[in-house]
């Protein structure tokens, strides 16, 4: 009996999230980044310091500092894609996944008090690859459900959505890329790639959400917060969101989408609130919201 509750507790520490202060970073070596300019690591770590000088502690109100330092940054897709995975830094350039983890990235090095540009490379690995550490490019998360499984289970974050009011769920298979390999470049020449893929799909994956029409309910709005993560839940098949950004909350208590847009082609601050953005959206029926662990 006793050694039955050792293990069973050894089983649960092993569920639990680890702490991310805990973590120990798989930093890439320089061979294995690649950067967009020479200025990528100047530029980083000017916006450390401008964190670090804000004195602010707390994560959404530093996720909020560092989105607006970066209002009007070029909107560019497909900025990680190279023959051979590589670590991508380019603070210049931001599709609406690489704008997350930049702030991320940004806010968790200012946070641990290590404002040098290799501790925000170090950050940006372990946000955007499965366990932290880079490999090929089946090693790097691609859906956001998986994205938040993984980083939760490693202290990063934490998905708030079941607990705002009137938080539904859906249930659906998260397989879009192996269904259609042709419309990326490390797919659709390399099956044994595609079966790695594959193998990291999600089936039958059941995830929180908040439909749209809930977005004007005066509970919603009082339980988000400025600088939370926001993704855009999608009705298209083999895929759970569309889009990324984070809310800003404005003096009327109305959350709103900064995001790198790809139709404004830059970060911007949507004019209209959240709620009114999405009536537009014929795809897009929902959100999830994420917020990081301290």
Not at 46 to 65: P, R, T, V
Not at 82 to 105: G, P, R, S
Not at 174 to 194: E, S
Request: charged share 25%; hydrophobic share 40%; net charge neutral.
């Amino acid at each position: 009996m006793k050694k039955m509750l050792f293990l069973m507790v050894i089983l649960l520490a092993s569920c639990a999230p680890k702490q991310a202060s805990q973590q120990v970073a798989h930093a890439a070596t320089m061979p294995q980044m690649r950067f967009h300019c020479d200025g990528d690591t100047t530029a980083i770590n000017e916006l450390l310091k401008k964190g670090h000088e804000s004195g602010l502690n707390d994560a959404n109100q530093l996720i909020e500092f560092y989105a607006r330092q970066l209002l009007g940054t070029p909107y560019v897709a497909h900025t990680l894609e190279a023959d051979k995975e590589v670590l991508t830094i380019n603070i210049h350039e931001l599709d609406c996944l690489t704008f997350i983890e930049t702030l991320y990235a940004l806010t968790r090095a200012t946070l641990n008090q290590r404002l040098s540009w290799r501790d925000y490379a170090a950050n940006i690995e372990n946000v955007r690859y499965r366990g932290g550490e880079m490999g090929d490019y089946s090693t790097r998360i691609h859906y956001i459900s998986e994205w938040i499984i993984d980083n939760h289970m490693r202290g990063n974050l934490v998905e708030v959505t079941p607990d705002l009011p009137h938080a539904d769920y859906m249930v659906k298979n998260i397989d879009y890329m192996t269904k259609n390999p042709g419309q990326y470049r490390q797919l659709k020449d390399d099956t044994a790639m595609v079966e790695k893929i594959r193998r990291y799909e999600l089936r039958q994956h059941r995830f929180p959400y908040l439909k749209r029409s809930w977005l004007n309910d005066k509970e919603v709005k009082a339980a988000l917060r400025s600088g939370d993560f926001i993704s855009l839940v999608t009705k298209a098949d083999g895929l759970d969101v569309s889009h990324n950004g984070i809310i800003i909350i404005d003096d009327k208590g109305d959350p709103y989408l900064l995001d790198a847009s790809m139709s404004g082609g830059k970060v911007v601050l949507e004019p209209k609130p959240l709620f009114k953005f999405l009536e537009r959206s014929k795809t897009n029926i929902g959100v999830r919201v994420f917020r990081m662990m301290p």
